[in-house]
């Protein structure tokens, strides 16, 4: 894999960003005892601003609320999420009535399941229903299958048709051939070996080209740090860091927050221990920080408050512990 | 393709092979006396030696095992025999019969499987709206209720009470078949196909919400919505594909329920079909009928799952052949 | 679609427990429903049933609230008497029916003959339509009661018995099942301890699901002309005497032991539906 192009965070600040969010929250009403209504948060305080060219990992552990996030992204929610905070794209306001604009144009998604083609359509066709330019739809549809790698007549088959690989090539083909200026690929490996997750990484780093913007929502780090400029750590529904790819060094050092470290240590390569507990459900209301219950350097000021982001060294970071 | 064919060809012979000596042990060990049914009240003016002749005539006094070669043989030839009742070859009688009741099953089937099928995509489209409990309801209601009784309710309704359609029979009594005018069957027709398609609603609106549901919950529809898609245009491209083809496939498949349901209805309606004749056949000891329309109503159902499973090799592109039935 | 379950979790886990809450409560309202119209059927004075010309075709009245018939016996009384020989006639026939399906499902662990034999005997059960296979039955017994009854309790089990299959196979797959095969356990301690407790819920729900399709085709071919006699009071022997009266204007005569018939029906099924929600909340919440 080619070496990362880098951008210092500082550069980043100036250039015009492409998708800004800023205090987000998702929350889904929940029936209690009798008909009171309450809302169950999924996320929270979420923050993240991706410039063109760029790929900003999100990485959180299965069932963090990741995948809620793209849908909330492409306004493709269910009808009785509710949402709070402000999105921005391309510096204007992301109402629902824009999202459902320029959802599939501007903004595309690269979804985790190759269950996500619809059995009974050739994947050509598919695949041509996201290009703008009718005209030429099967021109460029060839194209970017030739790029990818497909065989010829690709186009002609149905998804039970294609190997596991070769259909999730097609899903990236469909985010390719769009014209979209911001990428989500939600999960796009999992559970992949070694060799058709660096296959699956370079096709999708192919993608950011053309200054391109990428959200790459992950729960492997190590997937992460292969393709990503910068890494957002999702917990509990937050975001806890945002750190840049080069802090991922030697010990954990330079990561800002003791999530961010006890995950980078779990890796085999590095200590392989594990952070013991478990992340808190959907629901679970904290009135402190909410890694609080498994962190090892918390205090009892981190039970009754809770951090806010602070910029920590080119980096963003929710720990009132953080060192600078 | 052949060999898909050729299989249930195969399984159709055997599935009538099994039948037909099921249901002759069955009947022939009823306690129904054939002589007597035969000749009805009348049976004490005639002597017993008489009773030994027509006997001897049937072929009553050899043993059930030939008895039943004998008309095994005959069935393999195309001869089913003589209706005891009608006194018509029983081949006959279901060609004509069933000339009547497929007027009435087809429409009913055409009708039911129309409106059950728009009935399950409102439903299912408005999953969990006040529309989606109504419908559900209804449903659910309709699938509890006998549909002889909703006959009746139909016939005293519109035929005793507004008097706008006859009471029964599917052509007006007295006159002869070939001065039967059109508009006349359509007055007959219409309230059996009418009992008999609300009846037959339920099954297929229920499963096309259901499945309706599940697409409309699949990634591939997160994921077409992701791409821009909305709306109709989602709907048709993405949505109607994938349920049509199960819900065609399930009605073809309820061929069975359907018959059950002619039966009853041209019973309430006294509508001269098969279902119709098999009770009376039932009813009058008939048995050369009885097993006649038996073997015909297992090939009917058998010709629908047939149907069924065909709709999946030839249409479906993965060419799964599933298992139609339930 | 393991993604989608985990993804709207924090909604759908709250839903179902509400929801088997409700179909709880449903369920109590239900038995208590059906207790009441089998005691009824004991306890309600036969007096009705007693030809009475003084007081026949007379429309509903508190006197009597379903109307008399052209003998002037109290349709309320012969409806009820009638809704509880249904319910009988379907307790019987969703028994032997569901012991039926069990055995022969289970002839599944015995040996591949004997399960093919079961298969072949399910499609053929399957492939004539079940009015037919009634009257085949009933007439085979020479109508009356028993005749009914029999061939409803012998028509039934089909679909109960290729869902427990399938369900015995699943388990006869899964691993515990080997470990207990290598163990040296027999089959039939193996069905004993591991199989039945699995099916048992199925079954149940099965068996409650049995009811409504027996007293419906009870009806059905009752009032086709099979079995009862006119004396015995039956829904189908009360609405095909409905049908000579139509014109005559005597509606009562048809729609409240319909009426009713359906209701006993809609009960026995929104239980069978409830409880399934109750016992195995994941099928469940696909209905």
């Known amino acids: 894999m080619e070496k990362l192009k880098k951008i210092p965070f500082s550069e980043t600040k100036e250039m015009k960003s492409l998708l800004e969010v800023k205090d987000f929250s998702l929350s889904f009403p929940q029936y209690k005892k009798g008909f009171r209504e309450s809302y169950i948060e999924v996320i929270k305080d979420f923050e993240l601003t991706i410039h063109p060219g760029e790929i900003v990992a999100v990485v959180g552990s299965s069932g963090s609320g990741k995948s809620l996030l793209a849908d909330s992204l492409l306004g493709i929610l269910p009808e009785n999420a509710?949402?709070?905070?402000?999105?921005?794209?391309?510096?204007?306001?992301?109402?629902?009535?824009?999202?459902?604009?320029?959802?599939?144009?501007?903004?595309?998604?690269?979804?985790?399941s190759v269950m996500a083609l619809d059995p009974l359509m050739k994947t050509g066709q598919q695949v041509q229903s996201s290009i703008q330019n009718k005209k030429e739809k099967k021109r460029i549809q060839k194209e970017a299958f030739q790029k990818?790698?497909?065989?010829?007549?690709?186009?002609?088959?149905?998804?039970?048709?294609?190997?596991?690989?070769?259909?999730?090539?097609?899903?990236?083909?469909?985010?390719?051939?769009?014209?979209?200026?911001?990428?989500?690929?939600?999960?796009?490996?999992?559970?992949?070996?070694?060799?058709?997750?660096?296959?699956?990484?370079?096709?999708?780093?192919?993608?950011?080209?053309?200054?391109?913007?990428?959200?790459?929502?992950?729960?492997?780090?190590?997937?992460?740090?292969?393709?990503?400029?910068?890494?957002?750590?999702?917990?509990?529904?937050?975001?806890?860091?945002?750190?840049?790819?080069?802090?991922?060094?030697?010990?954990?050092?330079?990561?800002?927050?003791?999530?961010?470290?006890?995950?980078?240590?779990?890796?085999?390569?590095?200590?392989?221990?594990?952070?013991?507990?478990?992340?808190?459900?959907?629901?679970?209301?904290?009135?402190?920080?909410v890694f609080e219950p498994r962190c090892p350097i918390a205090t009892d000021f981190c039970k009754k408050n809770k951090p806010k982001s602070a910029m920590v060294n080119n980096g963003i970071v929710r720990c009132f512990y953080a060192e600078s | 393709m052949i060999t898909f064919i050729l299989k249930k060809l195969g399984k159709l012979a055997a599935l009538l092979a099994a039948i037909s000596i099921l249901s002759f042990i069955l009947i022939s060990y009823s306690p129904v006396d054939p002589v007597r049914s035969y000749i009805g009240a009348e049976i004490s003016r005639i002597s017993p030696e008489q009773q030994k002749n027509i006997e001897q005539y049937w072929g009553l006094n050899q043993s059930k095992p030939q008895q039943f070669l004998q008309w095994a043989k005959a069935l393999t030839q195309g001869n089913l025999g003589t209706s005891l009742i009608y006194r018509e070859p029983v081949s006959e009688i279901i060609i004509d019969r069933f000339s009547a009741s497929i007027a009435l099953m087809g429409l009913a089937w055409l009708f039911s499987?129309?409106?059950?099928?728009?009935?399950?995509?409102?439903?299912?489209?408005?999953?969990?709206?006040?529309?989606?409990?109504?419908?559900?309801?209804?449903?659910?209601?309709?699938?509890?209720?006998?549909?002889?009784?909703?006959?009746?309710?139909?016939?005293?309704?519109?035929?005793?009470?507004?008097?706008?359609?006859?009471?029964?029979?599917?052509?007006?009594?007295?006159?002869?078949?070939?001065?039967?005018?059109?508009?006349?069957?359509?007055?007959?027709?219409?309230?059996?196909?009418?009992?008999?398609?609300?009846?037959?609603?339920?099954?297929?609106?229920?499963?096309?919400?259901?499945?309706?549901?599940?697409?409309?919950?699949?990634?591939?529809?997160?994921?077409?919505?992701?791409?821009?898609?909305?709306?109709?245009k989602l709907f048709w491209r993405h949505g109607l594909r994938n349920i049509s083809l199960p819900a065609i496939s399930l009605h073809f498949a309820s061929f069975g329920e359907l018959f059950g349901g002619a039966v009853l209805t041209e019973q309430v309606f006294s509508y001269p079909g098969l279902g119709q004749a098999v009770v009376k056949a039932g009813l009058g000891g008939d048995v050369p009928l009885l097993l006649g329309i038996t073997l015909f109503s297992v090939i009917f159902i058998f010709v629908g799952n047939f149907i069924a499973d065909l709709l999946y090799v030839v249409i479906d592109p993965r060419m799964q052949i599933k298992p139609s039935h339930d | 679609m393991t993604e989608l379950i985990s993804k709207y979790l924090?909604?759908?886990?709250?839903?179902?427990?509400?929801?088997?809450?409700?179909?709880?409560?449903?369920?109590?309202?239900?038995?208590?429903?059906?207790?009441?119209?089998?005691?009824?059927?004991?306890?309600?004075?036969?007096?009705?049933?007693?030809?009475?010309?003084?007081?026949?075709?007379?429309?509903?009245?508190?006197?009597?609230?379903?109307?008399?018939?052209?003998?002037?016996?109290?349709?309320?009384?012969?409806?009820?008497?009638?809704?509880?020989?249904?319910?009988?006639?379907?307790?019987?026939?969703?028994?032997?029916?569901?012991?039926?399906?069990?055995?022969?499902?289970?002839?599944?662990?015995?040996?591949?003959?004997?399960?093919?034999?079961?298969?072949?005997?399910?499609?053929?059960?399957?492939?004539?339509?079940?009015?037919?296979?009634?009257?085949?039955?009933?007439?085979?017994?020479?109508?009356?009661?028993?005749?009914?009854?029999?061939?409803?309790?012998?028509?039934?089990?089909p679909r109960l018995a290729r869902l427990l299959r399938a369900e015995i196979m699943q388990i006869k797959n899964s691993e515990y099942i080997s470990v207990s095969r290598h163990m040296g356990k027999s089959w039939f301690w193996i069905a004993q301890h591991h199989i039945l407790p699995h099916l048992m819920p199925q079954l149940f729900i099965g068996f409650i699901l049995m009811f409504p399709h027996a007293i419906l085709h009870e009806a059905s071919i009752t009032f086709l002309g099979f079995g009862l006699s006119s004396e015995q009071p039956a829904i189908g022997i009360i609405l095909s005497e409905a049908m000579g009266y139509l014109s005559s204007g005597m509606w009562w005569l048809a729609v409240f032991p319909g009426l009713m018939l359906l209701v006993m029906v809609a009960v026995f099924d929104s239980l069978g539906r409830n409880l399934r929600k109750v016992f195995d909340p994941f099928k469940g919440q696909k209905h």
């Open chain 1, 82 to 112: 509710e949402i709070k905070g402000k999105i921005y794209f391309e510096g204007v306001a992301l109402t629902a009535k824009r999202q459902q604009q320029i959802r599939g144009k501007e903004i595309s998604l690269i979804p985790q």
């Open chain 3, 10 to 157: 924090p909604l759908k886990r709250s839903k179902k427990r509400n929801r088997r809450k409700r179909a709880l409560t449903f369920s109590v309202l239900g038995v208590i429903l059906l207790l009441i119209l089998v005691g009824s059927g004991f306890l309600i004075d036969t007096q009705g049933l007693v030809v009475n010309f003084d007081e026949a075709n007379s429309a509903p009245s508190w006197s009597h609230p379903f109307g008399t018939d052209w003998l002037g016996r109290d349709m309320f009384v012969r409806t009820v008497k009638g809704l509880s020989l249904s319910f009988w006639v379907g307790l019987l026939a969703a028994f032997i029916s569901g012991v039926i399906a069990l055995i022969l499902s289970l002839l599944l662990l015995v040996n591949k003959t004997l399960d093919s034999l079961v298969t072949g005997l399910i499609d053929l059960f399957l492939g004539v339509p079940h009015i037919v296979a009634l009257i085949l039955i009933s007439f085979m017994l020479g109508g009356g009661l028993y005749g009914v009854i029999i061939a409803v309790a012998l028509t039934h089990w």
């Open chain 2, 113 to 232: 499987g129309v409106f059950g099928f728009l009935l399950g995509i409102l439903a299912g489209m408005n999953e969990g709206s006040l529309l989606d409990r109504l419908i559900k309801s209804y449903c659910f209601i309709l699938a509890s209720t006998p549909s002889f009784w909703l006959g009746l309710l139909l016939l005293m309704f519109f035929a005793s009470w507004l008097g706008w359609f006859p009471v029964g029979l599917a052509s007006p009594a007295g006159s002869l078949t070939g001065e039967v005018s059109f508009a006349d069957k359509i007055n007959h027709l219409f309230l059996p196909v009418l009992t008999l398609s609300i009846v037959g609603v339920a099954g297929v609106a229920l499963h096309t919400r259901e499945k309706l549901i599940e697409v409309l919950n699949s990634e591939f529809i997160r994921f077409a919505r992701a791409k821009g898609e909305s709306g109709i």
């Open chain 1, 148 to 289: 990818l790698g497909l065989p010829k007549d690709t186009h002609k088959k149905y998804p039970f048709e294609l190997s596991g690989g070769m259909a999730r090539r097609v899903l990236i083909a469909t985010a390719m051939v769009s014209e979209a200026k911001l990428i989500i690929a939600d999960e796009p490996t999992p559970g992949l070996d070694e060799q058709a997750l660096e296959e699956t990484l370079t096709h999708i780093k192919q993608l950011s080209e053309n200054d391109r913007g990428m959200m790459f929502i992950t729960h492997d780090i190590h997937a992460a740090l292969k393709i990503a400029d910068r890494i957002a750590v999702f917990y509990g529904g937050e975001t806890v860091e945002i750190a840049n790819n080069e802090d991922f060094l030697g010990k954990g050092e330079n990561l800002r927050h003791p999530y961010t470290k006890a995950l980078w240590r779990a890796l085999p390569e590095n200590d392989f221990k594990a952070l013991k507990g478990n992340q808190p459900e959907a629901g679970e209301v904290f009135p402190g920080c």
